[in-house]
């Protein structure tokens, strides 16, 4: 069965450090791969997604994500964290053999402290 | 002008009422979905229609119904609400012709069933 599993609840991280957030899939065929971002009171916005090709995905607002095939792994991360990336954060994954849905994990909430 | 969006954007209701929430897109995609998020759930999808004559149930599809009215269109009821209906409700849109391309999600709805 096709899932998405985010680890971690909360990252907390200082802003200017570096941050990451884990996100392993387990789908039967092929992933594509996605992250999102939930502000406050706002509906999920597209970050960047993982296709094919180089396993280092940039995207939007200085995010990137590495796609990490032998351990099923698409971490999200950021140089220097911003107090404005404190947000929502969902991994998705689609099948390339059902593509019909997408499976989203559960979230991680991202607090960055000035 | 938002390219999803969602009516209302909040409704208390009663057990036992019937609710429609409704969805409209400006994008001039073809797919469109229905999804509720619960604290610590990420998204789950209740119907998808990838066209107005296609329409697919998702992994909680009980106890709701969808119409797909036009392209733009796709409104999502509650037959008869009960309290564990209670949730944040998120429309989406995305376009067809592969499996790669991202979704576009609407502001959300906050519906509470008392």
């Known amino acids: 069965a096709q899932s998405v599993a985010q680890p971690e609840d909360q990252v907390n991280v200082a802003e200017g450090n570096p941050l990451t957030v884990k996100c392993t899939y387990s789908?039967?065929?092929?992933?594509?791969l996605f992250w999102y971002v939930q502000y406050p009171n706002r509906g999920l916005q597209f970050l960047l997604k993982?296709?094919?090709?180089?396993?280092l995905v940039k995207g939007s607002y200085g995010f990137e994500a590495e796609f990490n095939k032998s351990q099923t792994s698409f971490h999200l991360k950021k140089p220097s964290a911003l107090v404005s990336d404190s947000a929502l954060y969902f991994c998705?994954?689609?099948?390339?053999?059902?593509?019909?849905?997408?499976?989203f994990g559960s979230g991680t909430k991202l607090n960055v402290k000035p | 002008d938002a390219d999803v969006t969602q009516t209302p954007r909040n409704r208390i209701t009663k057990t036992g009422k019937r609710i429609m929430l409704e969805c409209s897109q400006t994008?001039?995609?073809?797919?469109m979905y229905w999804y509720r998020q619960d604290p610590g759930l990420g998204l789950r999808l209740i119907y998808y229609?990838?066209?107005?004559?296609?329409?697919n149930k998702g992994e909680i599809s009980d106890g709701y119904s969808v119409s797909r009215q036009a392209q733009a269109k796709f409104s999502l009821s509650l037959e008869s609400a009960i309290p564990n209906q209670t949730a944040l409700y998120f429309c989406?849109?995305?376009?067809?012709?592969?499996?790669?391309?991202?979704?576009?999600f609407g502001p959300g709805t906050r519906l509470t069933v008392l």
């Open positions: 989406a849109t995305s376009s067809g012709g592969g499996p790669y391309n991202e979704q576009f």
């Open positions: 789908v039967s065929g092929n992933p594509y």
């Open positions: 993982y296709i094919t090709g180089d396993n």
């Open positions: 998705a994954v689609r099948d390339r053999d059902n593509f019909n849905k997408f499976y």
């Open positions: 994008k001039g995609h073809d797919r």
């Open positions: 229609s990838f066209d107005v004559k296609d329409i």
